[in-house]
């Protein structure tokens, strides 16, 4: 600091001490404000948000690549190779039609979606499924929970079309396929259970059986349950190996894992490999928590991996995210995943291959002539309800409650993200942007009328925020900035935005996972516009 002596008469020295003093004090006080503006800036501030248009992308782009592969809910993977071509699919639990979303991809790093598989209501969830091929046509086993039996449909191409759905009549979830090369065809369950199938793949010829008792967890290790689950099977060098869930897969979240067993035929008798757990998540501070569901694939150049699910720490509103690691083979036959491999860290990527150009576009401008494969209805039929006109989303309202009016979403593919809609109301139409989680807890933002309100909670309570005219462009915009849900609203189509004074925490939801989207209720039709998704560094 710099302190300045004026000349001032022999006689004023009072007034001397005075100018110091007040040139001192100001010095002083210049400090503090300085120090308040640094303190001010380190203070969390909706300024500091930053988007960025791009999502996710697994791919470091030399030559290595990071976990997760797919972002976001798609649990339960099952993986197939054809060629020079990988095709996967994953579970649905929200009874959303279409599903069973297939993706394809040409490296096993870059996914593109291409197709719904399953495009009936057999009104229940779907768990985890097995995508495979035999012969020349493709099939995808997977059970209805909610009807307690498997199904499996077919398809000459994963791209489709896919055919309806045929009843097995096997109870049990999880089904995982095998066939010999005399051509005899089985089908495992969990619990340990199997069928034999009939030529065609299309029916079971015996009663269930258990054929398998799983791998012994140690007593001492904290599990949900044994839970023997999701069974898939890999033939190699007249080995048969089921690689199997056990410990649970929402318990403790090092209870979650992967093992595996081989026989020298597809029904045992098993023995139990010496590098069990193959994947498992071994302390709480890991980064992937409840590592399971593993789906084997090799490549045309003889490498191999091993697809799975789990939650990622401090993300779990997310969901089960799919993650891949390289297998190598012993040389007596047992599969591992090599030593020094960190999950969470770089890992080199399959040789050979090609990214392919397509990916999943989250926003949407509603200029085409189908809602993007990016779209599911919670718990409805989307195609029934919704079309597509003048660049803009019709909805069709139903229900009295976001909660029932079966919302219309999208998976974020991002931890932190911001989602923004226009939205267009009729006099007997409540409709808005909302996050909704899986057990029912929703918030959001809603045009009722020329009001807007901000959705509170599950109840349907709604908290008044201002009244818009006629001539108004809303548009709501909700952001999840790190876990911290932040509500902004614009009448003039964008232009300026004005956030609401309330700040929701996204992580006492419970866990459960977070899925953005529309919804309307009353009676009549909702219009929505220029919806956009984009990434929050």
Request: glycine letters at 10%.
């Amino acid at each position: 600091m710099k302190i300045v002596l004026l000349r001032t008469p022999p006689h004023s020295f009072k007034n001397q001490l005075l100018i110091i003093c007040l040139v001192f004090g100001s010095g002083i006080a210049l400090a503090k404000n300085k120090q308040n503006e640094a303190a001010l800036q380190l203070q969390q501030s909706d300024k500091m948000i930053e988007t960025t248009e791009n999502i996710y992308n697994p791919d470091l782009g030399n030559g290595y690549y990071m976990n997760p592969i797919l972002k976001g809910d798609w649990a339960d993977p099952t993986v197939v190779r054809d060629g020079d071509d990988y095709y996967l699919t994953s579970h649905s639990g929200n009874k959303s039609i279409p599903t069973m979303l297939i993706w394809h991809s040409k490296n096993l790093v870059n996914w593109e979606p291409v197709t719904y598989a399953l495009n009936e209501d057999l009104k229940s969830e779907i768990w985890a499924a097995d995508l495979i091929k035999h012969g020349d046509l493709f099939y995808l086993y997977f059970p209805a929970v909610n009807k307690g039996t498997n199904y499996v449909i077919t398809a000459p191409r994963p791209e489709g079309p896919w055919s309806k759905a045929v009843d097995l009549k096997v109870s049990g979830i999880d089904p995982g396929h095998i066939a010999t090369p005399e051509g005899k065809r089985y089908l495992h369950l969990d619990n340990g259970s199997m069928v034999e199938l009939a030529p065609d793949g299309l029916s079971a010829i015996t009663e269930k059986k258990m054929v398998y008792e799983g791998w012994p967890i140690p007593e001492d290790w904290i599990v949900e349950c044994f839970c023997l689950e999701s069974p898939k099977l890999t033939h190699r060098d007249g080995w048969y190996y089921i690689t199997v869930a056990q410990g649970g897969t929402s318990g403790p979240s090092t209870g979650h894992m992967i093992t595996s067993s081989r026989s020298r035929t597809p029904y045992g008798p098993w023995e139990h490999s010496p590098y069990n757990p193959i994947v498992k998540t071994e302390k709480r501070t890991e980064k992937w928590l409840s590592m399971g569901h593993g789906s084997l694939v090799s490549t045309p150049q003889g490498e191999w991996f091993i697809f799975f699910h789990a939650y990622e720490n401090g993300a779990r509103s997310m969901g089960r995210q799919i993650l891949m690691l390289p297998i190598e083979w012993t040389s007596d036959g047992w599969l591992r995943v090599p030593e020094g491999i960190d999950q969470a860290g770089p890992i080199k990527k399959p040789t050979g291959g090609i990214a392919v150009k397509g990916k999943m576009e989250l926003s949407d401008d509603f200029s085409g002539k189908t809602l993007g494969l990016q779209w599911k209805m919670i718990n409805g039929d989307i195609r029934e309800r919704t079309s597509l006109r003048n660049g803009s989303l019709i909805l069709k309202v139903q229900g009295d409650t976001p909660l029932n009016s079966h919302p219309v979403v999208i998976d974020a593919m991002n931890n932190s993200y911001q989602v923004e809609v226009s939205v267009f109301s009729e006099k007997a139409v409540k409709s808005g942007l909302i996050f909704y989680a899986e057990n029912g807890i929703y918030m959001g933002l809603e045009l009722d009328g020329s009001t807007i309100y901000r959705l509170t909670g599950n109840g349907y309570s709604r908290e008044r925020i201002t009244e818009v005219k006629s001539k108004d462009k809303v548009r709501f915009r909700l952001s999840n900035d790190h876990n911290d849900l932040l509500y902004w609203y614009s009448t003039d189509g964008g232009e300026k935005w004005k956030r609401i004074g309330f700040v929701n925490n996204l992580i006492n939801w419970a866990g459960s996972t977070i899925r953005p989207g529309v919804y309307a209720v009353g009676s009549g039709e909702a219009i929505f516009s220029n919806f956009v998704y984009e990434g929050i560094k």
